[in-house]
């Protein structure tokens, strides 16, 4: 069973960064997919960054202000998110999933006021 645990969310201004960090407990194959989701109030959950043994991508809307990463040998998976925006207010959610395998973590709550 693996788990996951975020951290690193928090209240911050506009322009401003944070990184998450999600560690999963458990061994997870460093070739599944790690991505990050999030929620904001009264919207649906999107998928925001995912990486892969292929390389990554990225919603557009973040594009050029958040990277993800991730440290095999640590089990953890990080989003670096510059230049906030109040419309990066959302809960953030990691994921890894592949072959018959699917988690999530519980989430972190990311607030960026104008």
């Known amino acids: 069973q693996v788990q996951l645990v975020e951290s690193g969310g928090g209240l911050v201004q506009a322009g401003e960064s944070l990184r998450l960090s999600c560690a999963a407990s458990g061994s997870i194959f460093s070739g599944d997919a790690m991505g990050w989701y999030r929620q904001a109030p009264g919207k649906q959950r999107e998928l925001v960054a995912w990486i892969t043994s292929g390389g990554t991508m990225y919603i557009g809307s973040v594009k050029g202000r958040f990277t993800i990463s991730r440290d095999n040998a640590k089990n953890t998976v990080y989003l670096q998110m510059n230049s906030l925006t109040p419309e990066d207010t959302a809960v953030y959610y990691c994921?890894?999933?592949?072959?018959?395998?699917?988690?999530w973590g519980q989430g972190t709550q990311v607030t960026v006021s104008s």
């Open positions: 994921r890894n999933w592949g072959a018959g395998s699917d988690y």
